[in-house]
């Protein structure tokens, strides 16, 4: 398993991530702002309180959470060459 190291909100709901093995990237997540853990994240202000928990994944303080794994797929998916 993948561990977040680290995570930064950005602007436009994108989040700026360091894993454990030094992989880093950009993942959007405008498209996840639904249903009642996530819709809160449409405030600013709640989405720039993104923290790493202690098991390597992104959370926020009102429970929202995103698996690291999915995250590191979404981030190396992109940069593998065809």
């Known amino acids: 398993m993948h561990r977040v190291l680290s995570v930064k909100a950005k602007p436009d709901w994108n989040l700026e991530i360091v894993f454990s093995d030094g992989t880093r990237g950009t993942v959007s997540i405008k498209d996840r702002l639904f249903g009642p853990v996530f819709e809160p994240l449409k405030d600013p202000s709640v989405f720039a309180q993104v923290r790493v928990d202690e098991f390597g994944a992104v959370c926020w303080p009102n429970g929202a959470d995103l698996a690291p794994d999915a995250l590191y797929e979404?981030?190396?998916?992109?940069?593998?060459v065809a």
């Open 74 to 80: 979404k981030i190396t998916s992109r940069t593998q």
